[in-house]
């Protein structure tokens, strides 16, 4: 079961004037109420996991194995068993103020406990050379791979109300009965390089929505480093659109974009959660619009230099 409900309220008021040659004056104000509702039933098949955990512990076996604390390898229950535990970090963040001592403590108690470090306890060196593991970023790993079916209605309804006597309060409508088929695949080449796809078809159902919705997505990510990665995305996007104006003397018309995106990302990890990006980017955007058998076009082809800074809480 899927739903979603967002509304929001944004109003605009403007004067203008003329000097006393014109004597022109204007004040006026619209405002426009916005909600949506939908709501959607469906199945599936396959899993998406999230494996961010799985390399966070690889970094901390490789920074144990450069220290040199080992006295045996790890076996493969051993190292699910730290996953594991890395696994529960939320848990730890929400119950612990500063959680890291926590987290990093209980997995060293574990590796002590099963007799895999050569001595009961680490220098203070080697134990902040491991600690500076959950300060670094891993992103998102998404792997495995599903399919998921499933039926949507969506509601969208836009009040608008102005100071315009001729015309001082509209409703604008867009009703979507749709079926939806998803498919997700992600698969991790190696321990630095990372690939995900998703495609959704959004086919309308009992609506004057004439063509089947398209997002389909495909991400190639590579870790250089501990603090730089990189990843290239190809998108592409169309979306349709139909809406109506009551009271209905206004026309009815649809709505139909098609937007191939590609974008390249370079991130460097600074410190403390914080991290630098550029963003190269090129779209070409085409919209084609309806109303009472007219039909116009346009199409607007975009490069994009971005530059930000990240955060992250947890």
Same mark, same amino acid.
């Given at each position: 079961?899927?739903?979603?409900?967002?509304?929001?309220?944004?109003?605009?008021?403007?004067?203008?004037?003329?000097?006393?040659?014109?004597?022109?004056?204007?004040?006026?104000?619209?405002? +426009?109420?916005?909600?949506?509702?939908?709501?959607?039933?469906?199945?599936?098949?396959?899993?998406?996991?999230?494996?961010?955990?799985?390399?966070?512990?690889?970094?901390?076996?490789?920074?144990?194995?450069?220290?040199?604390?080992?006295?045996?390898?790890?076996?493969?229950?051993?190292?699910?068993?730290?996953?594991?535990?890395?696994?529960?970090?939320?848990?730890?963040?929400?119950?612990?103020?500063?959680?890291?001592?926590?987290?990093?403590?209980?997995?060293?108690?574990?590796?002590?406990?099963?007799?895999?470090?050569?001595? +009961?306890?680490?220098?203070?060196?080697?134990?902040?050379?491991?600690?500076?593991?959950?300060?670094?970023?891993?992103?998102?790993?998404?792997?495995?791979?599903?399919?998921?079916?499933?039926?949507?209605?969506?509601?969208?309804?836009?009040?608008?109300?102005?100071?315009?006597?001729?015309?001082?309060?509209?409703?604008?409508?867009?009703?979507?009965?749709?079926?939806?088929?998803?498919?997700?695949?992600?698969?991790?080449?190696?321990?630095?390089?990372?690939?995900?796809?998703?495609?959704?078809?959004?086919?309308?159902?009992?609506?004057?929505?004439?063509?089947?919705?398209?997002?389909?997505?495909?991400?190639?990510?590579?870790?250089?480093?501990?603090?730089?990665?990189?990843?290239?995305?190809?998108?592409?996007?169309?979306?349709?659109?139909?809406?109506?104006?009551?009271?209905? +003397?206004?026309?009815?018309?649809?709505?139909?974009?098609?937007? +191939?995106?590609?974008?390249?990302?370079?991130?460097?990890?600074?410190?403390?959660?914080?991290?630098?990006?550029?963003?190269?980017?090129?779209?070409?955007?085409?919209?084609?619009?309806?109303?009472?058998?007219?039909?116009?076009?346009?199409?607007?082809?975009?490069?994009?230099?971005?530059?930000?800074?990240?955060?992250?809480?947890?």
């Amino acid at each position: 079961l899927f739903s979603d409900i967002n509304s929001y309220t944004f109003y605009d008021h403007y004067k203008s004037s003329i000097d006393s040659l014109g004597r022109h004056h204007s004040d006026d104000y619209s405002k +426009t109420r916005y909600g949506q509702f939908s709501l959607g039933v469906g199945i599936g098949i396959g899993k998406m996991r999230e494996a961010s955990p799985v390399f966070f512990v690889i970094r901390i076996i490789e920074r144990l194995k450069d220290l040199q604390v080992f006295q045996r390898d790890l076996t493969k229950e051993e190292i699910l068993d730290i996953v594991e535990i890395f696994a529960r970090k939320m848990e730890y963040s929400v119950n612990y103020e500063r959680f890291g001592k926590y987290f990093f403590g209980e997995l060293l108690e574990m590796l002590v406990s099963k007799g895999v470090l050569k001595n +009961t306890a680490l220098t203070p060196y080697q134990t902040l050379y491991i600690f500076e593991v959950q300060q670094e970023q891993v992103h998102l790993r998404l792997f495995g791979w599903s399919v998921q079916v499933g039926g949507y209605i969506t509601r969208n309804q836009r009040e608008e109300l102005s100071s315009d006597t001729s015309n001082p309060k509209r409703f604008l409508k867009q009703d979507v009965n749709s079926l939806q088929l998803k498919a997700q695949f992600g698969y991790p080449f190696s321990n630095n390089t990372h690939f995900f796809s998703s495609l959704i078809f959004d086919i309308p159902v009992s609506s004057k929505q004439k063509r089947v919705d398209v997002n389909a997505t495909v991400q190639l990510s590579y870790e250089l480093s501990e603090r730089i990665s990189t990843d290239l995305r190809m998108s592409y996007i169309r979306d349709n659109s139909f809406s109506y104006y009551t009271p209905s +003397t206004y026309p009815e018309w649809f709505n139909y974009r098609t937007i +191939t995106l590609a974008s390249w990302n370079f991130n460097f990890y600074i410190e403390n959660n914080m991290s630098f990006y550029t963003r190269f980017q090129y779209s070409d955007s085409r919209n084609e619009q309806e109303i009472n058998a007219s039909t116009t076009m346009s199409q607007w082809l975009t490069p994009q230099i971005s530059f930000g800074l990240n955060y992250r809480f947890f």
